[in-house]
C-alpha cells in the first residue's frame, strides 16, 4: 500500500535516516512544497520501501539543484529510493507515477538523479526507462509518461518526442 509522508511527525518519517543513497540530505529538506516521500508498506504497516522526489521546473544535473524553489514544477524528480524486500522498489516507482498523475496534473515528466552506479542503471533499464543525460556525477534516467506496470511502454521514439530542456544494499537512485 501507497503512503505518503506529509509532515516531520509522520510515523515513517524516522526512516529516512536509512537512506543510503544520499544520507546527506537533510531530512528537514524532504518535506514541504514541491517535495514528496513516498512509503510502500504491507498490510501490517511494515515498511517495503521508500523514495524521495521533488518537484522541479528543469531537471537537475546536481544534488544542489533538487530543491530550487519553482512555482510551476512540470518534472517529478525521484532522487533516492531504498527497499528492505525484493521488488518493492520497483512497485514503489510504478505507484508514486500513478499517484503524481492522479495528484499533480501539471507534472508531465518523471525523471532521476542517481548516482552513476551499475546497481542504479540495472534497475532503471531494467524498469523501462532510458538515459537521458550523463552528467559529471550523476545520470538522469527518464521514464515514459506512459509508464506501465511490467515496464514496457518506453520507447526510444516516445522519449525523443519529450526530449528538451532494513537492506539499504538495494538502493539504487
Known sequence: MLHLINDLTDKF???ITEDPVRPNIPQVDRVGLNKDIFVMRDEDDKVQ??????????????EAELFEKTQSP????????????????RQLIFDA?????????????FV??????????RFHLKNGAVVFRE????VNYEYCSTISQSGEG??????NLKVGGSIPSSATI
Open 13 to 15: 518519517f524516522s526512516f
Open 49 to 62: 520501501a521508500i523514495t524521495c522526489v521533488s518537484y522541479q521546473k528543469m531537471i537537475p544535473t546536481t
Open 74 to 89: 512540470e518534472v517529478a524528480i525521484f532522487y533516492t529510493i531504498w527497499s528492505y524486500k525484493p521488488g518493492a522498489g
Open 97 to 109: 507515477v500513478s499517484y503524481i498523475k492522479d495528484h499533480k496534473t501539471n507534472i508531465e515528466r
Open 112 to 121: 532521476t538523479l542517481s548516482p552513476k552506479t551499475e546497481m542504479a542503471k
Open 135 to 138: 552528467n559529471e556525477e550523476t
Open 154 to 159: 518506453v520507447s526510444r521514439q516516445a522519449h
